[in-house]
């Protein structure tokens, strides 16, 4: 299961589309605290967030998944784009960290990453 996280639902509608076109199973939640508070985060094989979000932001996210033990891949994607914050989501192990707009192509290039059995361990 993929998990989309972004507080745009026209976003997520579109992320979710293209993740589903893949045949893959995917959820939204409009904010990073919808998400960790829901079932599917126990299930959530990739998680595709935005980075700036009301409440936690997508690199926050990705640290209370690693904090809490979790090593699901993580795809970051923003429309602000910040070189601190690109280097600290990539150090933290983000498999992927997006500019908007993308193309789709790029997105399933990253999910194909995030989801491959040879991934190195986080």
């Not at 589309?17 to 605290?33: C, D, I, K, M, Q």
């Not at 959530?44 to 809490?68: F, H, K, N, Y």
């Not at 990453?113 to 986080?122: I, V, W």
């Amino acid at each position: 299961m993929i998990a989309i996280v972004d507080d745009d639902e026209s976003v997520r509608i579109a992320t979710r589309s293209l993740v589903r076109s893949l045949g893959l199973t995917a959820h939204t939640f409009a904010s990073a605290e919808e998400f960790l508070q829901s079932q599917h985060v126990n299930e959530c094989s990739c998680v595709i967030t935005d980075v700036q979000m009301p409440g936690l932001s997508g690199v926050d996210l990705q640290s209370r998944l690693a904090a809490e033990g979790r090593d699901t891949p993580v795809i970051l994607m923003t429309a602000f784009a910040d070189q601190a914050v690109e280097a600290r989501a990539m150090k933290a192990g983000a498999v992927c960290f997006l500019r908007k707009p993308f193309e789709g192509q790029t997105l399933v290039k990253c999910l194909e990453e995030a989801l491959s059995p040879s991934k190195p361990a986080q």
